[in-house]
């Protein structure tokens, strides 16, 4: 029987992810806090620590490999807002594995931004910022390179709701679940489909799909 931190490891270790010693040690900290938050803040439907290891950091970090050739790419990646983070996912686990990127926490949720706070002091996450607001009041003082949510219903509300966040040659970064086909076909004549991942994610049932997108 594997313990959780070997679990983690396994699982990113099947996805292609390298963990620092380190990012081993802030990843399992933060979903303990998590996991104890959870109790009174409702952070999830999820309860057990287990599953949150698959369900929440796993499924995080299933777009490491993508943003890291990214950056390979285009080091000019700078700054990225997880707009409706909840309870820090993705960007929190992200902000972890990539220092180097500004990452912006945005969610009107006070209780949920609560939380947030208490883990950007308890891990030093210098890099992180917390935004308590809905999407359409905040008007950031420099625009966004890229926007990434695994909370949107549609991909119709990200794009439309999060354009006025984005440069101009910013990206959507859109984490789903199935092929959004019928999505897509509402935002075709608005956005372009630069790439479609097929996702792994280990220690998770069904498929998941990461979906780059850009305004026309």
Not at 32 to 41: D, G, I, L, M, R
Not at 142 to 152: L, N, P
Request: glycine share 6%; with cysteine; aromatic share 6%.
């Amino acid at each position: 029987m594997l313990d959780q931190k070997q679990l983690l490891i396994k699982g990113a270790t099947e996805m292609g992810v390298e963990l620092t010693s380190l990012q081993v040690d802030q990843l399992m900290r933060y979903i303990t806090e998590f996991e104890k938050w959870n109790k009174a803040y409702n952070l999830s439907a999820v309860r057990e620590l287990e599953q949150m290891i698959g369900r929440h950091l796993l499924d995080s970090l299933s777009v490491v490999p993508w943003l890291s050739k990214k950056l390979g790419q285009s080091p000019e990646l700078e700054s990225i807002i997880d707009v409706g983070t909840g309870g820090g996912l993705p960007g929190i686990p992200l902000a972890i594995m990539f220092p180097q990127i500004n990452w912006t926490l945005l969610d009107s949720n006070g209780k949920k931004m609560r939380f947030l706070f208490h883990i950007k002091t308890l891990l030093k996450l210098n890099n992180v910022s917390v935004e308590n607001r809905r999407v359409e009041a905040f008007q950031p003082e420099k625009k966004f390179d890229a926007v990434i949510s695994r909370a949107f219903a549609s991909l119709q509300d990200m794009t439309e709701g999060c354009a006025h966040l984005l440069q101009a040659e910013g990206i959507f970064l859109a984490m789903k679940g199935l092929f959004p086909q019928d999505e897509m076909e509402l935002i075709n004549n608005k956005i372009v489909l630069l790439e479609a991942i097929k996702l792994k994610v280990a220690a998770t049932e069904g498929e998941r799909h990461l979906l780059v997108l850009q305004l026309k």
